[in-house]
């Protein structure tokens, strides 16, 4: 049997294990749970970054993608066989036109009928018909009647025999033997009706348009009509020297009454609606990308650019349509 002491003192010890026991577990379940909050921490830290990554690339990717989709890669070579032109950014001016139709006239001056001075038999005819001949080029030889002595007819002006009317053996005796013309200045007669008459004057600068061919001048000087017509003609020198133009073609005339200069303008052939919005295609190296730009004032020949592109940029001008159709190609190949 215990004394009381000894009771005591095994209660005593009874009650301090019981105390260092349960310290032991609410220490552990401490430690438990700050490891458990540090591994919650730091999983919730790694799927966030690995979230965050993921957006990241996935963005990376898609921007990647978009800028491989806006840009279309053509060689020099293979862009001069398909006809791609290219011009550089730069000023220009935008003019209120009048648009008037007329027709091309050969330079009255250009032309020339040639005579023999006197009659006689022709001994030769150098020229044929479409030859192109130089001032001063003897171009036939006649035997006069009243002598019986030879004399030479030479080319009074350099241009192109468009007229013949006598061949080596005939009588040269007062016709036109043939006709040489030069076209390297010719004119261009803009017909002016009678309510827009009053807004054309000498001097106006004019635009002369065919096809894809175009031309600057000036009106060089009003003509009333021929006859009872009430229009007048507007005379228009053209130079020539390249031989793009001949007599007979109709044409279009653009009087500019109204000029304006603009710090940026470019080819109104060069404009494209892509993805709903105006584009230019602006050449680096070998590469073509769609560039959107805003646009100001325009004519039938140039449009000012307020936004988007840079003086000395290089700009397609012709065949840009190509570039477009690659572009749009590409966008539903990737659709699917």
């Known amino acids: 049997m215990l004394t009381k002491f ?44 690995f979230a965050s990554t993921n957006v990241v690339a ?44 007329g027709r091309t006239m050969p330079d009255p001056q250009g032309i020339s009928h040639v005579y023999a001075r006197y009659p006689g038999m022709i001994v030769s005819m150098a ?70 008459s009053q807004q054309v004057r000498t001097g106006m600068s004019v635009t002369i348009q065919m096809d894809d061919r175009t031309a600057e001048s000036t009106i060089r000087y009003i003509n009333p009509s021929q006859g009872e017509s009430p229009t007048v003609i507007a005379r228009v020198p053209l ?4 031989s793009m133009w001949t007599p007979g073609l109709l044409i279009e005339g653009f009087v500019h009454f109204e000029s304006s200069e603009v710090e940026l303008a470019i080819r109104n ?15 680096e190296g070998e590469t073509y990308e769609p560039r959107v730009v805003t646009l100001g004032r325009s004519d039938p020949f140039l449009t000012e650019v307020l936004v988007g592109l840079e003086v000395g940029e290089r700009y397609v001008v012709s065949n840009s349509y190509l570039i477009k159709a690659d572009l749009e190609k ?3 190949e990737h659709d699917h």
Request: charged letters at 25%; aromatic letters at 6%.
């Open 6 to 49: 000894e009771q005591k003192l095994s209660g005593s010890v009874e009650f301090h294990c019981q105390d260092n026991n349960e310290d032991k577990i609410m220490k552990t379940v401490i430690r438990y749970m700050c490891v458990r909050s540090i591994f919650l921490s730091s999983l919730l830290i790694s799927i966030a970054v």
């Open 58 to 101: 996935a963005e990376e990717e898609h921007e990647h993608e978009e800028s491989e989709e806006e840009i279309v890669q053509i060689s020099t070579i293979l862009a001069e066989e398909l006809g791609i032109g290219t011009e550089l950014v730069g000023d220009g001016v935008i003019n209120r036109s009048l648009l008037l139709y």
């Open 127 to 196: 020229p044929a018909l479409g030859d192109s001949v130089e001032a001063g080029q003897v171009i036939a030889v006649i035997e006069a009647n009243s002598s019986l002595q030879n004399y030479e007819i030479r080319a009074p002006l350099s241009g192109i025999v468009v007229e013949k009317h006598a061949n080596t053996g005939e009588l040269a005796s007062g016709q036109s033997l043939l006709t040489i013309a030069n076209y390297e200045d010719i004119w261009v007669d803009l017909t002016v009706f009678p309510g827009d």
């Open 239 to 242: 130079e020539n020297s390249d």
């Open 269 to 283: 052939d060069a404009l494209q609606t892509y993805e709903g919005n105006q584009v230019v295609f602006v050449l």
């Open 330 to 332: 590409e966008g539903v």
